[in-house]
């Protein structure tokens, strides 16, 4: 017997175990399994599968309205598969098009889970640019960058005043093409927490090799994504 009320479980249990509301609606579920709603911890519902278009592709040559079009399919599907609250880690070039999704679903005007957004991840300037262009060009960030510490502060209270329920900082890349690498100090990741966690807000951290996962895990991030070169 499961007891909801609104959008709340109340009560979970056997039946001689759980007290129903005298004025409860009973719906019964035959020849089926009731499971309380799946959560996804990382998504990016404005991409889709690189052997559908590269990510250089998706972010630079796909207009926004089609993204945001094809990720109210994303997020038809998801909830449809069980997921009824996602973190999305990232809009990859599309801004902050994830905090208006997050506003539909709310609102009822597409189908979704629960959406707590990341926004724009925070990247080092130059570590995160789409690959294989001429170095003359600049080309559209599918992130944001921000060095130092006065600058990183400005960016987060500036996402996080946006929109933003996470902050999400690389804290490793393959800058210049090199192996991966810290690209912030960890002066830098600890002001970003520091930054965000004033307000409530908790920092998840891409981070793949040893040192950036170190540097992450004492500037306090509340989680690490990918880890890759962990060890013990």
Known sequence: IVVVR????????PADAV?????ARAIELPGTTLLPGLIDAHTHVLLHPY???LWNDQVLKEALALRVCRAT???????????????????????????????AVAQGIVPGPRM????????????YAPK????????????????GVDSLIRVVRD???????WIKVYADTAMGGASIRPSF???????????ARSVGILVSAHATSKEGMRRAALAGVATIEHGDGGDA
């Open 6 to 13: 609104g959008q709340t479980i109340e009560a979970a249990g």
């Open 19 to 23: 007290k129903i509301p005298e004025d």
């Open 51 to 53: 052997n559908e278009a």
């Open 73 to 103: 399919n994303h997020l038809r599907s998801t909830l449809l598969s069980g997921f009824t609250t996602i973190r999305d880690l990232g809009t990859e070039g599309a801004g902050y098009a994830d905090v208006g999704l997050k506003q």
């Open 116 to 127: 707590l957004v990341v926004t724009r991840a925070i990247v080092a300037t130059g570590s």
């Open 132 to 147: 294989g262009f001429a170095p003359e060009f600049d080309i559209p960030q599918g992130a944001e960058e921000a060095d």
């Open 159 to 165: 996402q996080i005043g946006k929109g933003a329920d």
């Open 185 to 195: 100090s960890l002066e830098e990741l600890t002001r970003i927490v520091e930054t």
